[in-house]
């Protein structure tokens, strides 16, 4: 673990990608009955993929290495080469997958305005072009929950309802609605949706384990039979196929049945730091729903490099996602303490300037 110069460890709140497994998680997967994956013979994927599934109230589950590459082929799943996606301008499908909707699955992308988590249906509805020549058909939309850089806020089940609605009356088969659910679990545990609830909306969800969850390792796509047959070929083709990674699975079961109810206490602390540092006129703490704290330091003398580069000096890790916006998250590895630190820290510089 990284340290600072006084020997205590750095508090890492850059993101809730950095914890590390649990002894508990350590022993799940030491224990984890394994065979190849790419058979189809672990079991332990195959328990995960099942488990996985029926959480969302759909037929079949894939587990992927990566968040990025399950979404890209999810995305894949519902568009076609020379199709189009329409996605959050500022959604990580678009903007954080390294052009992969482009370079790997021939997918055209056009974005509705970011407004984090508040989108809107009509918006939406307004942009979706039909099929025809020489048009480039929408055959799918995207959405996020919870949104990242909407600063972890929840899109209210109403949204996704009428987004649902659109999407069905769209054309003569439907658009694909596609959930990148990375922190789906964030989401249901604010606001009390059950999962299977989520699971109805969406044609495909990916999620994720290795978020606020603590895994090392690993995302699904959650979708029909039919689509996850499908999925699992595309996946094999671009390098995805694993085989003893039950141990990994393991590590994901471990979560989901340890990591999700107490996501609670990682959105409280991020309303912790919230509440301390509004003062300084960079966040209102009602925004903050999950684990993160979007600071926008437009208003102050400090930019968010400068920000980071001084909070780690003193043994505080925060991320400049943008020159004037920073962002805090809380996970698995930080406690009260830690967060308390943080925010006199944080609170200290901001009002240094
Ligand atoms: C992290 C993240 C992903 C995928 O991430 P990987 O780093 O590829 O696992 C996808 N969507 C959102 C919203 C994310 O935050």
Redesign the pocket.
């Given at each position: 673990m990284a340290e600072q110069r006084s020997g205590r460890p750095m508090i890492d709140l850059r993101s809730d990608?950095v914890t590390r497994p649990t002894p508990g998680m350590r022993e799940a997967m030491a224990s984890a009955e394994v065979g190849d994956d790419v058979f189809g013979d672990d079991p332990t994927v195959v328990e995960l993929e099942a488990h996985v599934a029926a959480m969302f109230g759909h037929e079949a589950a894939l587990f992927f290495p990566?968040?990025?590459?399950a979404?890209q082929v999810a995305l894949q799943l519902c568009v076609d080469r020379g199709g189009e996606l329409l996605a959050g301008a500022d959604a990580?499908?678009v903007t954080?997958?390294a052009g992969a909707a482009a370079a790997i699955g021939g997918i055209s992308t056009r974005t509705w305005p970011a407004v984090g988590a508040a989108l809107d249906p009509e918006v939406v509805a307004a942009m979706i072009r039909p099929s025809g020549f020489p048009s480039v058909p929408t055959q799918a939309l995207a959405v996020?929950q919870t949104h990242?850089l909407g600063g972890g806020g929840v899109v209210p089940l109403a949204t996704l309802h009428r987004l649902a609605e659109v999407a069905l009356a769209a054309s003569p088969s439907g658009l694909a609605l596609h959930c990148?659910g990375?922190?789906i679990w964030h989401a249901h545990v604010a606001d009390r949706v059950p999962l299977f609830v989520y699971g109805q909306l969406f044609q495909t969800l990916?999620v994720?384990l290795?978020?606020g969850l603590g895994a090392p390792v690993g995302?699904l796509v959650v979708s029909s039979r039919q689509r996850i047959a499908q999925a699992r070929q595309i996946r094999k083709r671009i390098g995805g196929g694993m085989r003893q990674v039950g141990v990994l699975a393991a590590a994901g079961r471990y979560a989901l049945d340890h990591h999700v109810a107490r996501l609670a206490e990682d959105h409280a602390r991020a309303r912790r730091i919230a509440d301390t540092l509004a003062p300084y006129g960079v966040v209102d703490p009602a925004q903050v729903r999950t684990n993160m704290v979007l600071l926008d330091l437009t208003k102050t003398t400090l930019d968010a490099p400068t920000l980071a580069a001084r909070a780690e000096q003193h043994g505080v890790l925060i991320a400049a996602m943008l020159p004037h916006l920073a962002r805090v998250v809380t996970h698995l590895d930080v406690d009260d303490e830690d967060v308390d630190q943080a925010g006199t820290v944080l609170g200290a510089l901001l009002a240094a300037g």
């Open positions: 990608t990566s968040g990025t590459m979404n990580h499908v954080y997958e996020e990242n990148d990375a922190r990916s994720c290795s978020k995302s």
